[in-house]
């Protein structure tokens, strides 16, 4: 096995960055390219995307568990733990993959039908929903093999696999969307096709990929015999994680709900900010990622005062960045919203919810890098008892309240969203100041 243990978290960081910023930036490609073929189609891509995203925060509960328990066995120098740790995820996201995409796919109409779509943007995207989510098996696989390249180092496999991904997906949207290479014009359905094909084959390199550079080896007889103390401290770490990111899923569902009363243009427009907002977080997100690999294996090297500097390192870098790039969003925002739609009900929606973009993440910064390195110290449950009780008991209440009530529309959803995040922002950083993190941990 490789030791990347002396990786410094620039090197671990850099890599991690350049994937997530890929992933930003072929999103934004998808809905630009869905935009000259209907903004219809972005509405309705749109409209369903938060419903999708509960499949990656089931599969990150996981994902999660096995960075976190793999950095800290390599931190230990516990070799056959961590082959356990890749082999009982596998199974694992496995099973559950199959059971979300089952459920997709004889759900459809009553999905639709709880998060007040449009009838005419769900007839658009029903087929995208059923081919996404319903074959979503392919992400749960790819994301696990990337968790545990990602705790050995091994964050540039990570990207590169990426990099291919997003290539081919976005040549099979050409294809499907605009008739590249004699290919039929399937709109929505057709980003479909493409997005699973493209993940199909990614899924089998990064499982290649992963064994070899992991040094991993499925072992049906250990897993059929099933490490037990594994899977506890998985589950250990994964079931709060879950809540908390399924509460934040689920809230952010119900926000959604309320925004999909509002009028297609709006649902349009949100769409739109959200890819926005997905950019400006790319860099606390890799940071956040950075940091909880050094954190885990410092953890589990016992060298915990100086975990406790990294992260308030990290988050300081991390606000400053988020600041920095949320005042040159709202400064460029006529030219970033040229590149999306001239729509001008749609633009005229959108631009007054910028200047919100600097209050709500330079908040989310907190959140981001201090609950990572709260979770790879072993705090799992603080962080998801604070988002249930933030996000349930006042994004969704006061999105309601402001954008429905009051009748701000998207300005209040922002304005509930970032009060939210700096809440619990502040509460991240009390908890990581009080050090009762240092009583946990895996090894």
Not at 213 to 241: A, E, M, Q, S
Not at 266 to 286: D, E, K, N, P, V
Not at 329 to 348: A, C, P, R, Y
Not at 365 to 384: Q, Y
């Amino acid at each position: 096995m490789k030791d990347n243990n002396d990786k410094s978290l620039l090197a671990l960081t850099v890599p991690i960055f350049f994937e997530l910023l890929l992933v930003t930036i072929v999103g934004n490609i998808d809905i630009i390219m869905l935009g000259k073929y209907s903004d219809q189609a972005v509405g309705a891509v749109g409209g369903i995307s938060q419903v999708l995203l509960m499949q990656n925060v089931i599969f990150s509960f996981i994902c999660l568990g096995t960075t976190i328990l793999t950095s800290q066995y390599i931190g230990a120098r516990k070799k056959r733990e961590i082959k356990d740790v890749i082999g009982v995820s596998l199974v694992m996201n496995l099973i559950i993959a199959l059971i979300i995409g089952g459920i997709y796919v004889a759900g459809t109409s009553f999905i639709f039908k709880e998060i007040n779509l449009p009838m005419q943007l769900a007839d658009i995207g029903r087929n995208y929903f059923k081919l996404v989510g319903g074959l979503c098996v392919f992400q749960a696989l790819t994301l696990t093999c990337g968790a545990a390249m990602k705790a050995h180092g091994n964050t540039k496999e990570v990207l590169y696999i990426n990099l291919g991904v997003n290539t081919l997906n976005i040549i099979g949207n050409g294809m499907f969307i605009f008739g590249w290479l004699g290919a039929p014009i399937l709109g929505v359905t057709g980003v479909g096709l493409s997005t699973v094909t493209s993940r199909a084959i990614g899924c089998i390199v990064a499982y290649r990929v992963m064994c070899r550079y992991c040094n991993f080896k499925f072992d049906v007889k250990r897993i059929v015999r099933f490490p037990v103390k594994i899977l506890k401290n998985i589950l250990t770490i994964g079931i709060p994680t879950a809540g908390e990111h399924l509460c934040w899923s689920v809230a952010q569902m119900i926000i959604l709900s309320f925004v999909n009363t509002m009028g297609e243009d709006t649902i349009t427009a949100r769409t739109y900010l959200t890819l926005i907002a997905s950019f400006i977080m790319t860099f606390s997100i890799a940071l956040g990622h950075g940091t909880a690999i050094q954190v885990g294996r410092m953890v589990g090297a016992g060298e915990k005062e100086r975990v406790y500097h990294k992260c308030l390192k990290s988050t300081a870098i991390s606000f400053v960045a988020a600041t920095l790039v949320s005042v040159m969003v709202v400064l460029g925002k006529s030219q970033i919203m040229g590149i999306f739609t001239t729509d001008e009900n749609i633009l005229s929606i959108a631009y007054v919810v910028f200047i919100w973009f600097l209050f709500i993440e330079s908040g989310r910064t907190f959140n981001i890098v201090i609950i990572s390195s709260l979770h790879a110290a072993g705090d799992i449950k603080f962080p998801a008892v604070m988002a249930m009780a933030s996000m349930l008991g006042v994004a969704v209440p006061l999105s309601w309240f402001l954008g429905i009530k009051l009748g701000y529309g998207l300005i209040g959803i922002w304005i509930a969203n970032g009060i939210d995040e700096w809440i619990r922002g502040f509460a991240m950083l009390l908890r990581w100041r009080g050090r009762k993190w240092m009583e946990k941990g895996f090894v």
